[in-house]
């Protein structure tokens, strides 16, 4: 199928959405839209780890306040979360094409790799503390301790809000209930309720975390209140799941790249293109990548390679 490219997250998100409004990020999107057209014509094969592209896709749906556990019932637990009525149709539109561009991408074998071994964990520190260092930097968690607190008082009223009977549904999410009642404490603490769009992003990223923290205390504790130890244990189970710094995720995704051999990683990402490139010489030369030849590329620099008659070699 001629060329093997690896991608990540960004790249369903980029496919999955709009034309960008602004110049920077048109060429991007321009290009998948080239090379996803190649794909299906299969000239080019895009392929991708089925395991950690699933969790990108499962955290970021968390951070919308949108609640899956796996890609198999994705679809409808997507519908369960517009049923609710407070997202824009064209965001729900856009969740599924993310998933249905999902569904088309290769899926490489997991193949066996022993994570324990020194060599192995040297090489992932590598990547994370030099090559991704500027991310290993950044907060790993967007929340502050009034988020926390937030989510500890939610936690703490659930006695007030839920009848034994409601308490033992542990089928859907009543996304509405636990609604109204993170829109209480957030009042209190006199926080703008705004869900959509920029202004909306923590209290999205809030009731994600909500509806995870509802759903584990139902299955940990058959009825209410919830003591504080027992409050305390599944803010910190959530929150070390479901908060995370982005160098973790990238690396699980070159380290893929080398595990398979593969030269191109695909994304978006102009910074983490930009340190990889600075770092590449460097982590070459470990024992673990001698055999390999991996450059992270955009889509604007895959579509050359795909067009230049040298390929590869003419255009990184």
């Known amino acids: 199928m001629g060329l093997k490219v690896y991608i990540d997250f960004s790249i369903l998100d980029t496919l999955a959405s709009s034309p960008p409004e602004g110049k920077t990020n048109l060429p991007h999107w321009q290009s998948m839209r080239n090379i996803w057209r190649m794909f299906i014509d299969n000239k080019i094969s895009l392929v991708t780890s089925p395991i950690d592209l699933e969790t990108d896709i ?12 796996d890609t198999m019932r994705a679809m409808e637990a ?15 539109r856009k969740w599924k094409r993310i998933l249905i561009f999902f569904e088309q991408i290769g899926f490489l074998e997991d193949t066996e790799v022993h994570v324990l071994s020194d060599a192995y964990k040297a090489l992932e520190s590598f990547i994370q503390n030099e090559v991704l260092g500027f991310k290993m930097d950044e907060p790993e968690s967007l929340l502050t301790q009034e988020d926390i607190a937030i989510l ?18 542990l089928k859907r999410t009543d996304y509405q209930l636990n609604w109204e009642i993170l829109l209480s404490v957030l009042e209190r603490h006199n926080i703008e309720t705004v869900f959509e769009g920029e202004k909306g992003i923590r209290n999205r990223n809030l009731f994600g975390l909500w509806n995870r923290i509802v759903g584990l205390s139902k299955k940990s504790s058959s009825k209410l209140p919830l003591d504080g130890s027992h409050i305390d244990f599944i803010l910190a189970t959530v929150l070390k799941k479901y908060q995370f710094n982005m160098a973790y995720r990238d690396t699980k995704h070159i380290l893929n790249c080398i595990k398979h051999k593969i030269d191109l990683f695909m994304t978006t990402d102009d910074r983490l293109i930009e340190s990889f490139n600075s770092k590449r010489h460097l982590l070459m030369k ?7 030849n991996l450059n992270i590329v955009n889509p604007s620099t895959v579509k050359k390679i795909m067009s ?7 255009c990184i």
């Open 78 to 92: 997507i519908n369960e979360f517009e049923r609710w009525n407070m997202i824009e149709k064209d965001n729900i």
């Open 152 to 169: 500890n008082e939610c936690s703490q009223s659930l006695r007030n809000w839920y009848s034994d009977i409601s308490w033992k549904e």
């Open 58 to 69: 499962i955290l970021w749906l968390n951070k919308m306040g949108c609640c899956i556990t």
């Open 308 to 314: 230049s008659p040298k390929g590869l070699d003419k």
């Open 286 to 292: 470990l024992p673990e990548t001698i055999t390999v």
